[in-house]
């Protein structure tokens, strides 16, 4: 029989008082602007980034192509999508990082699945994008950012603290366990026993 597991998530917020000073990319690689003409490359940058994170199992979509394709357009279609918040990284081998905003009821800038592939991380692309992102939140007027992570994720965790966002909020997600998909079931090999 299935059963549940639950994974420990953050809601984490920054006030953003001023704008954030923006980072410069390392040497080869520069800023793509949202387009509609990009939806594809950053579902595409999304799926690299997430399919072998533990994310993929909290949200199946993250592990598939398809389902990275059917988050970015429903991200894109929403009324309250915050073009100025969404930033594609781009090095000589194409698209490796990605990150999304909307803006809530309340105002406030929510930042969707920051993602770098595995080849790029650890080159400051990840905290470029997101100061990417709060630039372009403070841009529109926006006075406090928040986003979700899973406790566990330590790098996006420790990226976010240091730029200042704190938790003010844990919850836990349930995921029917074992899960369903084949392309997850190897991933959670890891969390059996
Ligand atoms: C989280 C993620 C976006 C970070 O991107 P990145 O480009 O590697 O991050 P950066 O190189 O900009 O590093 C910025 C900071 O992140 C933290 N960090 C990055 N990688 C880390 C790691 N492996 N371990 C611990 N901290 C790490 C550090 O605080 C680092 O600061 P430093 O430069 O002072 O060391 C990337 O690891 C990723 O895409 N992970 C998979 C998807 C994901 O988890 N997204 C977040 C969902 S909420």
Not at 105 to 123: A, D, F, K
Not at 125 to 153: C, S
Request: aromatic content about 10%; hydrophobic content about 45%; some cysteine.
């Amino acid at each position: 029989m299935r059963k549940l597991k639950y994974f420990k998530r953050h809601r984490m917020e920054l006030p953003l008082l001023q704008a954030p000073l923006e980072m410069e990319l390392p040497a080869g690689y520069r800023w793509l602007a949202w387009d509609d003409a990009l939806l594809a490359l950053h579902a595409e940058v999304k799926f690299l980034s997430f399919q072998h994170h533990d994310d993929a199992i909290i949200f199946p979509s993250l592990a598939s192509r398809a389902g990275c394709h059917e988050l970015m357009q429903a991200i894109r279609y929403r009324d309250n999508f915050c073009p100025e918040a969404t930033w594609l990284v781009v090095g000589p081998e194409g698209g490796v990082g990605t990150i999304q905003g909307l803006i809530d009821s309340n105002g406030y800038g929510g930042i969707q699945n920051l993602g770098v592939i595995p080849e790029c991380r650890g080159m400051g692309i990840g905290k470029a994008l997101l100061l990417k992102a709060l630039a372009g939140f403070a841009r529109r007027g926006v006075p406090r950012a928040f986003l979700e992570v899973t406790a566990t994720n330590e790098p996006a965790v420790r990226l976010y603290r240091a730029l200042g966002f704190r938790a003010y909020k844990t919850f836990y997600r349930s995921v029917e366990w074992p899960p369903e998909s084949a392309v997850v079931e190897s991933l959670t090999a890891r969390f059996i026993n």
